[in-house]
């Protein structure tokens, strides 16, 4: 009787053990489980922050040239994106080089005009920088030249190509950032430049195609805006 009471306390000595190695290397990974939580929600909280305070610049530094009550022109790094306010809605004139970018013009024209509605966006002709960030006014009809409707569509015919290519010239700009005094007049020029590349290399790894031409013409068109 005393040898059995023996044995089932080493047994019970034992399991004891095990359960507290088992609580142990449980609790140990929790507190692993935290820590990871805490850095991952850091790491985010700073990459937001620096967002954040990218976004700040680039609306910053977008000019607003106000024409008329009704007419605003909006410049960023050699772009010139204008909006028109009419009672059927705000007509715009250009979108750009890319989506990024065109979202904070976007962003700005509402601001401006205290309204969303975009009735229509005209492309003025085929090259990349005017009709790069069209995807932003998906709610709008777009209208272009049957040539330029034509150039939107093959603009990424090869991509790779096309990614490899904006890479080294955002790799240049960011050299001649690192050279630059910081917030200096050319540092602005050449930030800006950057800026633009660097959404149009996100559009296309991103696959953000630019949003076609609703109504396409092949010599003149007449539209009446109120």
Same mark, same amino acid.
């Given at each position: 009787?005393?040898?059995?009471?023996?044995?089932?306390?080493?047994?019970?000595?034992?399991?004891?053990?095990?359960?507290?190695?088992?609580?142990?290397?449980?609790?140990?990974?929790?507190?692993?489980?935290?820590?990871?939580?805490?850095?991952?929600?850091?790491?985010?909280?700073?990459?937001?922050?620096?967002?954040?305070?990218?976004?700040?610049?680039?609306?910053?530094?977008?000019?607003?040239? #106000?024409?008329?009550? &009704?007419? +605003? =022109?909006?410049?960023?790094?050699?772009?010139?994106? *204008?909006?028109?306010?009419?009672? %059927?809605?705000?007509?715009?004139?250009?979108?750009?080089?890319?989506?990024?970018?065109?979202?904070?013009?976007?962003?700005?024209?509402?601001?401006?005009?205290?309204?969303?509605?975009?009735?229509?966006?005209?492309?003025?002709?085929?090259?990349?920088?005017?009709?790069?960030?069209?995807?932003?006014?998906?709610?709008?009809?777009?209208?272009?030249?049957?040539?330029?409707?034509?150039?939107?569509?093959?603009?990424?015919?090869?991509?790779?190509?096309? #990614?490899?290519?904006? &890479?080294? +010239? =955002?790799?240049?700009?960011?050299?001649?950032?690192? *050279?630059?005094?910081?917030?200096? %007049?050319?540092?602005?020029?050449?930030?800006?430049?950057?800026?633009?590349?660097?959404?149009?290399?996100?559009?296309?790894?991103?696959?953000?195609?630019?949003?076609?031409?609703?109504?396409?013409?092949?010599?003149?068109?007449?539209?009446?805006?109120?």
């Amino acid at each position: 009787m005393v040898q059995n009471t023996g044995c089932i306390k080493g047994l019970c000595a034992a399991i004891g053990k095990k359960m507290m190695k088992r609580i142990f290397e449980f609790f140990n990974l929790i507190v692993f489980i935290t820590m990871m939580a805490v850095v991952i929600t850091s790491c985010n909280s700073s990459t937001s922050s620096s967002v954040n305070k990218t976004d700040e610049l680039i609306d910053s530094l977008i000019q607003i040239e #106000k024409l008329t009550d &009704q007419t +605003i =022109i909006m410049r960023f790094g050699g772009e010139a994106v *204008t909006a028109i306010l009419t009672q %059927e809605g705000i007509v715009v004139v250009d979108a750009g080089m890319a989506a990024g970018l065109t979202s904070h013009y976007r962003k700005l024209i509402e601001k401006e005009f205290h309204r969303n509605d975009v009735a229509m966006l005209f492309i003025t002709h085929g090259h990349h920088d005017h009709f790069g960030g069209s995807s932003v006014f998906n709610d709008a009809t777009v209208v272009a030249h049957e040539h330029c409707k034509n150039a939107m569509a093959t603009r990424w015919q090869y991509p790779e190509k096309v #990614k490899s290519n904006l &890479q080294k +010239i =955002i790799n240049e700009y960011d050299r001649n950032l690192d *050279t630059l005094d910081y917030k200096s %007049e050319e540092w602005f020029e050449n930030f800006e430049t950057r800026v633009r590349f660097q959404s149009a290399y996100e559009d296309i790894m991103n696959n953000r195609q630019a949003k076609l031409p609703d109504i396409t013409f092949t010599d003149t068109l007449s539209i009446k805006m109120i």
